[in-house]
């Protein structure tokens, strides 16, 4: 089935440093890529669609030069958290749809980024 | 408004029991699909089940099946035979149609905590 890596698992970083998680789809092209963010207890909220070849398109109230989104190619997309502060330690989870399998999203592993 | 909700933040089940878990939805799409997923302690996104709008007949999948009530607008997860392993956060999730303007994302209720008891 779909696959999609997520890296790395955990980060713990200090204030002010930036972090790059990757998502790698395996054996399938993504063309577009979500990026969720999820807080203690709390569900997944997207904050961006990636598409290969063009901007990310935000969702509201997230900083798009906070949290920047590369996805250069059909099976990496990258989201970098730039200086970052305690306030953005969450877990940031990947997902894209395989596109041979009408509705099968599949999640990366997560990433739970720790800012001290 | 909430597109997706789940009124249950917690439910307790005894193991071998069945249990049903709470979700409804709200679109104004005719096209759309549901979905649940299981969340364990470690984070990972498991898939579940998945129903399309225009199924007819309620979607099955092992232990789980999706109880869904179309004019209600609900989509209730059903699970049998309840296993330790059970015990994890459920989210229920809506993709609305393409054409609606949305960019075919999930959009997640706040999950329902299930603890299985021995």
């Known amino acids: 089935g779909a696959v999609v890596s997520q890296h790395p698992s955990w980060v713990i970083c200090k204030s002010g440093t930036s972090v790059k998680i990757e998502c790698r789809s395996l054996?399938?092209?993504?063309?577009?890529m979500f990026w969720y963010r999820q807080f203690p207890k709390q569900s997944l909220m997207l904050m961006a669609t990636?598409?290969?070849?063009?901007?990310?398109?935000?969702e509201q109230g997230v900083e798009k030069d906070k949290f920047l989104i590369n996805h250069a190619s059909l099976t990496l997309s990258t989201l970098t958290v730039t200086s970052a502060h305690p306030e953005d330690s969450s877990f940031y989870i990947c997902s894209a749809r395989d596109p041979r399998y009408g509705h099968v999203y599949t999640f990366g592993s997560g990433t739970r980024l720790t800012v001290v | 408004a909430q597109k997706i909700t789940q009124t249950q933040p917690g439910m307790f089940v005894q193991e071998k029991e069945a249990v049903t878990l709470d979700c409804t939805y709200d679109?104004?799409?005719?096209?759309?699909?549901l979905f649940w997923y299981k969340q364990p302690s470690s984070g990972e996104m498991i898939f579940l089940i998945y129903?399309?709008?225009?199924?007819?007949q309620n979607a099955t999948e092992g232990r789980y099946s999706l109880n869904f009530q179309k004019a209600r607008k609900s989509a209730n997860l059903v699970i049998s035979a309840s296993q330790l392993g059970d015990s994890a956060m459920y989210f229920c999730?809506?993709?609305?149609?393409?054409?609606?303007?949305?960019?075919?994302?999930?959009?997640f209720g706040k999950g329902t905590k299930l603890s299985v008891k021995p």
């Open positions: 990636s598409n290969e070849g063009s901007k990310a398109t935000y």
């Open positions: 999730a809506m993709r609305e149609a393409l054409y609606g303007g949305s960019q075919g994302n999930l959009i």
């Open positions: 054996d399938f092209q993504a063309t577009t």
């Open positions: 679109t104004s799409d005719q096209s759309y699909g």
């Open positions: 129903q399309g709008s225009y199924d007819e």
